[in-house]
């Protein structure tokens, strides 16, 4: 019996070797920078785009892959009769979840889709999960249903320290983040279930390590108490010497689990901007 083939798109903070691997299917994302068009992972790295975002003369953007390119990929791995899972980015995010639909309905395959409600590494919890029942001879909906239980029991920490791109983006109106950026304004979003909240807003990276040392990391100590964490992420946008603090910390309460720390996909670097990074982590 073929195995269930997985795919997802270039958001999923996915290692090379996750990839390989797990033989995940990646469908790539494109980005915009001053008028030329670069592919994720293709023609553009993560490390490379935050270079080139740090000279931008206007706001990076960034478009869905198109739906032939879905449609095309669901067909080559459906050809030897293989079921498909596709699981995409946040469709409150982009409108990538709804193509990879729509190309499910046109392909030849045999094709599921599932909106992942989240990105970054947080998707990747997802991916490998799927991958990894795959391997094991699973059938399509027992991976769907653990996928998603870790979905439900992932949470999303993401610190903007700098709301230049948000204001670019059109989030608030200018005057506003002037001032903002004026009083070192620092914000903690949390995305839990698909459910995006601003939880905290402060002066200063003191204001965001109160935040993880006052709520995040006792969170994690007390499901420590009844379940397993089974997996952690750490992304950012440039420097790493807040995140690398932000890692030791965890490292500190999780010693037996590995912190994948790695440079954030670019959608997430457009809208979170220089010195953004996220904390992200799945229990069972």
């Known amino acids: 019996m073929s195995k269930i083939k997985i795919v997802t798109d270039s958001t999923a903070g996915l290692t090379d070797e996750e990839i390989t691997e797990y033989d995940i299917n990646i469908i790539p994302l494109s980005v915009m920078i001053d008028d030329t068009v670069y592919t994720e992972r293709e023609t553009i790295t993560n490390e490379e785009f935050y270079e080139k975002m740090k000279t931008a003369k206007g706001l990076p953007k960034t478009s869905q892959p198109p739906l032939g390119k879905f449609i095309n990929k669901f067909d080559e ?36 889709v599932i909106d992942s409600l989240t990105t970054d590494r947080s998707l990747a919890f997802q991916v490998i999960k799927a991958a990894e029942m795959s391997k094991q001879g699973k059938s399509i909906n027992e991976i769907i249903k653990s996928v ?38 620092k914000v903690i979003v949390k995305l839990v279930n698909g459910e ?89």
């Not at 050809?79 to 030849?108: F, P, Q, R, V």
Request: proline letters at 2%; a positive charge; glycine letters at 8%.
């Open 77 to 112: 791995l459906g050809a030897d009769g293989s079921e498909i899972l596709s699981i995409n980015l946040d469709s409150k995010i982009s409108g990538t979840y709804k193509t990879a639909c729509e190309a499910a309905n046109l392909s030849k395959s045999n094709v599921k």
């Open 148 to 185: 998603d239980e870790v979905r439900k029991n992932t949470k999303l920490y993401m610190g903007i320290l700098n709301l230049d791109n948000i204001v670019k983006g059109g989030r608030l109106k200018p005057w506003a983040g002037a001032i903002s950026n004026l009083l070192n304004i």
């Open 196 to 284: 995006i909240t601003v939880d905290s807003k402060g002066r200063g990276l003191k204001s965001i390590h109160k935040y993880f040392t006052q709520h995040v990391y006792p969170e994690m100590q007390e499901i420590l108490k009844h379940k397993n964490i089974k997996s952690i992420g750490i992304s950012y946008v440039g420097s790493t010497d807040f995140t690398n603090k932000i890692k030791d910390e965890v490292q500190s309460i999780c010693p037996n689990i590995q912190v994948v720390m790695r440079e954030t996909v670019p959608i997430i670097a457009t809208y979170g901007g220089l010195g953004a990074f996220a904390l992200m982590y799945y229990s069972e």
